[in-house]
């Protein structure tokens, strides 16, 4: 019938027809009611899995392994959906834990969530750089850095980066903007001055000054980068002012840099056979002795009496083991350049390499003749005594009290005279030495490795023990073999 409403109640539902059609309709005095039983089924089949994430969660932070820890922060993230930070958490452990597959995986759930932190950030292009994947790294940090408030700890990592790339230029902007953010990091200074060496040698100088104010270990790198700096600045040609940074630079084993430097000197002038000979040192030390070879013949072609050319090509021999190649180099070299020191050094060694001691004991004693007050070739000489057994009471104790002298309290040559002491027999004198030399340097492994041997003349096999093993954990490759042929 036209109009006609009829209304049923049934359970709450209403039921009403209009026009021939028949429609229905919670009423909304029942809609409570039937909302808390929905709200208790869900509870009732939800609320167990939600209440066993927590328990997870709790777990946790009692766990006493990182997989384990990661394990549980990955469980509770999957069953309290609203905790997407978990995942994150998850990252860290395995991270933690170094199975950088894992934490990869769960920073990337972290993001897809978004709920990756900053921290979060780094630390996902951490797991890929310790992989050996630097473009993803690398990927990951710069998109961090478009992310709102980035860590501040991206600069430094993108600096690395770029400067392991051999992009030196990206490199410094980056790390400008660490160190803008950390003034009083020394090492920061530091390695932006390092970087800023071949394109703004007046900043690089300033940000060398404050490393060695903020921090006096590094003062001696500094002033060896600086003095560089300073001499390439007094000459007139840009190929030399390269070549004299570059050698700087390889001074204080920053050869990746100097190779920049010295392929730039090649290119200002090809003629510039010192450029050549350098390029050819610094891609040897970069673990490319067969192009540094043939660079060093490109050298003796444009320039056959540099005393340079000659000693480098002779250092080049001496690491391939062709001792007889490298003398005539070094002989050369001191032929053309007599009053340097050095290259009577480097004859003295390689003759002591073909077994010939008696005139490496003159090679080495001219070069204290040519530079009596320099310590470390009176050092040099004592080390020479003492590897080869030879002249230890007459020539090598005198030669390393000489460099004591000389240097004050230097460890190095504190550490040498302890040496020809106990090999003199002189026992308690080297201890009284290398005792002091400890005070100065308690990690030195070289110390260590000396009063080791000094405990085993004595007798004294737990001194003996102990100082040797501190030796080789500092990296004494002569404390291991000590170890297992005395303590096997």
């Not at 969660?57 to 905790?83: D, F, V």
């Not at 050319?309 to 250092?315: D, K």
């Not at 100082?467 to 004494?476: F, K, M, N, P």
Request: aromatic fraction near 8%; hydrophobic fraction near 45%.
């Amino acid at each position: 019938m036209s109009g006609e409403v009829t209304l049923l109640m049934f359970s709450g539902l209403e039921s009403f027809q209009t026009e021939g059609h028949l429609y229905n309709r919670f009423v909304p005095r029942n809609l409570l009611r039937i909302s808390l039983i929905l709200v208790s089924i869900l509870l009732a089949v939800f609320g167990p899995f939600i209440a066993s994430g927590y328990s997870e969660l709790k777990k946790a932070s009692t766990a006493n392994t990182y997989p384990e820890i990661a394990g549980h922060y990955l469980n509770a993230a999957q069953r309290i959906p609203w905790r997407a930070d978990l995942y994150e958490l998850s990252g860290h452990a395995y991270y933690h834990a170094k199975n950088y597959v894992q934490a990869d995986s769960m920073y990337q759930k972290s993001l897809q969530r978004g709920a990756l932190s900053p921290e979060g950030w780094v630390a996902w292009g951490d797991v890929n750089y310790l992989s050996n994947d630097l473009p993803r790294a690398t990927e990951i940090w710069e998109q961090a850095l478009q992310q709102k408030h980035p860590s501040e700890h991206l600069y430094s990592r993108l600096a690395e980066i770029y400067r392991s790339a051999d992009e030196p230029a990206k490199a410094a902007d980056y790390l400008e903007k660490y160190v803008s953010l950390h003034p009083e990091d020394a090492l920061a200074h530091y390695r932006l001055g390092v970087l800023l060496t071949l394109s703004d040698p007046s900043r690089a100088s300033m940000e060398l000054i404050d490393a060695s104010k903020l921090d006096p270990q590094l003062d001696s790198a500094a002033q060896t980068l600086r003095t560089a700096l300073n001499l390439a600045s007094l000459s007139d040609s840009a190929s030399m002012r390269f070549v004299v940074t570059g050698r700087g630079l390889g001074l204080v084993n920053e050869w990746q840099l100097a190779r920049t430097a010295f392929e730039s000197a090649v290119e200002a002038d090809g003629q510039n056979a010192e450029a050549w000979a350098w390029l050819g040192e610094a891609n040897q030390q970069m673990g490319l002795p067969d192009a540094g070879a043939a660079q060093l013949d490109q050298a003796l072609g444009l320039d056959p009496k540099s005393s340079t050319v000659r000693g480098l090509r002779g250092l080049y021999f001496q690491r391939v083991g062709n001792f007889r190649q490298a003398l005539t180099e070094f002989q050369s070299a001191a032929s053309l350049e007599p009053e340097n020191a050095m290259w009577h050094v480097s004859l003295g060694e390689t003759q002591a390499k073909l077994g010939d001691l008696i005139r490496a004991l003159e090679a080495y004693q001219t070069a204290t003749t040519l530079a009596p007050e320099d310590a470390s070739y009176w050092r040099l000489l004592a080390i020479f005594c003492a590897q080869n057994n030879v002249n230890i009471k007459d020539i090598g104790v005198p030669a390393a009290q000489k460099a004591v002298v000389l240097s004050g309290k230097d460890v190095a040559s504190l550490d040498v005279l302890g040496w020809l002491l106990m090999l003199d027999a002189r026992d308690e004198e080297a201890r009284q030495i290398l005792s002091r030399a400890l005070e100065l340097d308690p990690q030195n492994s070289s110390v260590h490795l000396h009063w080791g041997m000094l405990a085993l003349q004595t007798n004294d096999r737990v001194s003996a023990f102990d100082h040797l093993i501190q030796a080789r954990d500092l990296g004494s490759q002569e404390a291991v073999l000590l170890l297992k042929q005395y303590f096997p």
